[in-house]
């Protein structure tokens, strides 16, 4: 799937604030829950210390000025993983990864799970 296939929408249904900021691209859950608490992120030009606030699919949010929106396709790849590969994106120690697996795969996204 190219990247003009892709269709970038507002949520159909309310979700929690990280979980848009993470269905963005910008960074995981978890970093996203971090950046709301620090103040960095706006949900119709007001700032939001909490997570878990709902955003709705006419809500506005920003990160840093930049205006998010999640994706609507997702891209899932199953890969059993040969023996002498890591799961993670990038070693230290110069081991092979599965990212080197999956070179070449036409996603905006990848993220090694297990």
Do not use: W
């Not at 960095?40 to 709705?56: S, Y």
């Amino acid at each position: 799937m190219g990247a003009e296939d892709k269709e970038a929408l507002a949520p159909a249904k309310p979700m929690t604030l990280n979980k848009y900021i993470s269905h963005s691209g910008e960074c995981s859950r978890r970093e996203a829950a971090e950046m709301v608490k620090q103040g960095k992120v706006k949900v119709n030009g007001e700032l939001v210390l909490d997570p878990g606030t709902r955003i709705g699919p006419d809500d506005n949010v920003t990160f840093a000025g930049k205006k998010l929106t999640p994706t609507k396709h997702h891209v899932y790849v199953l890969l059993n993983k040969p023996k002498g590969y890591i799961t993670t994106t990038d070693d230290p120690e110069g081991r092979q990864t599965v990212m080197e697996l999956v070179e070449g795969v036409e996603a905006d996204r990848l993220f090694p799970v297990g």
